[in-house]
């Protein structure tokens, strides 16, 4: 018998369970430019060198492998030196969920929100 974390290991991260982020996670779309330069909503930042870039199933990127690609994720940047600190690639159940910086500002609509025809 696998001990339970082995066990899940194997299961798809979009079947495995919910990730849980730390709450000054923010929303955006990151683009990689070069290992060390990325985008941010069309913002230029730059990443630290420890930076974590982590798929939806939770495992370690290597930021050379997805140069020139863009992702929905949620990141934190590093007070300090305002540095890309981490960043986790979302699946879509994930994408779904609001958060801060994902562009909604609720996540109900009023009728007069409907486009005018």
Do not use: C
Not at 1 to 10: E, H
Not at 54 to 75: A, D, R
């Amino acid at each position: 018998m696998l001990p339970a974390g082995t066990a899940l290991a194997q299961v798809p991260g979009e079947l495995g369970g919910s990730r849980t982020f730390p709450e000054q996670a923010k929303r955006g779309t990151l683009a990689i430019l070069s290992t060390v330069d990325a985008e941010i909503d069309g913002k230029p930042v730059r990443m630290a060198p420890g930076m974590r870039l982590l798929s939806p199933q939770n495992s370690l990127v290597m930021l050379h492998s997805v140069v020139g690609k863009q992702y929905v994720v949620n990141f934190r940047i590093e007070p300090s030196t305002g540095m890309l600190h981490t960043a986790w690639i979302l699946n879509k159940a994930e994408i779904a969920l609001p958060r801060p910086g994902s562009g909604e500002q609720r996540n109900f609509r009023f009728e007069s929100d409907a486009d005018p025809r």
